[in-house]
């Protein structure tokens, strides 16, 4: 995956807490933003009302993965002295933190609106790239077959971003590798001379 493809999983997450989330039909939907949960901005009903209920998926920690964690980057030395070495980049692997929080509800549709969440997110332990693949209509460049998914204790992210006062809400992390690039040359310098006439000549120019 590429740093770039974070906010594809970011709104394929969206999409899928926003299914999860709805109540009955008599309810009206909760959207999911992709946003800070201090700057979502305010929700419409179909009618053109406001709607107060809304709630934020917001990506606020990338980390390197400490259960998955390999070496970035390795120095390959040549066989030969006076050869180029080889540069190259192992898989990476890093855990992607999320909030969800529901912004602006009464206190039934916000805890409702968390349990649903925390229900997927169990339920989605393991995350089917083909999955993602299929709701974001593109491939994503992975080798591997799914994304580990995990609820982890958060106490005070509420504080980091910026509620003055304790809000309700799920942190979760999604580890994912990024893709192991193509080996690159780097050239050893073995000797090297200065001609002091030649430089100041060329300064002189």
């Not at 209509?137 to 591997?144: C, G, N, T, V």
Request: charged share 25%; glycine share 8%.
């Amino acid at each position: 995956m590429r740093p770039g493809d974070f906010f594809d999983l970011s709104r394929y997450l969206a999409i899928r807490l926003e299914e999860c989330i709805q109540g009955g039909a008599e309810e009206l939907p909760i959207p999911v933003y992709l946003a800070h949960p201090v700057d979502v901005p305010q929700g419409r009903s179909a009618a053109g009302a406001e709607q107060g209920s809304r709630a934020a998926l917001y990506l606020h920690r990338i980390v390197p993965s400490a259960s998955w964690r390999q070496a970035g980057v390795r120095v390959q030395p040549s066989a030969e002295p006076a050869l180029p070495g080889r540069l190259s980049r192992g898989d990476l692997w890093l855990d992607l933190h999320f909030i969800f929080m529901i912004i602006e509800a009464t206190s039934q549709e916000e805890m409702g609106a968390i349990a649903a969440a925390v229900e997927f997110l169990h339920r989605n332990a393991l995350l089917p790239v083909a999955e993602i693949e299929k709701g974001l209509e593109k491939e994503l460049p992975l080798a591997i077959g799914e994304l580990p998914v995990e609820v982890v204790d958060e106490p005070g992210v509420w504080r980091d971003l910026g509620f003055d006062r304790h809000h309700l809400g799920v942190s979760f992390k999604v580890s994912l590798p990024m893709v192991s690039r193509q080996y690159e040359r780097v050239e050893r310098v073995l000797e090297r001379e200065v001609n002091l006439e030649r430089v100041l000549k060329e300064e002189g120019e």
